[in-house]
């Protein structure tokens, strides 16, 4: 099945600047700003909010 270019694989990268990325994909419809995913970031050692680079 081919890939769909609705559903991009975007980076989201830690806003504390510790450098940690998690990979995901997106519906571009539903979300077309950035995505803001609240995660866990093990170098920071705890939950930091992740922002969409593109």
Known sequence: MA????????RLKSTAG???TYVTRKNRLNDPDRLVL????PVAGGHVD????R
């Open 3 to 10: 890939r769909s270019t609705a559903r991009p694989v975007v």
């Open 50 to 53: 992740f922002r969409e680079e």
């Open 38 to 41: 609240r995660k866990y970031d």
């Open 18 to 20: 510790t450098g940690v």
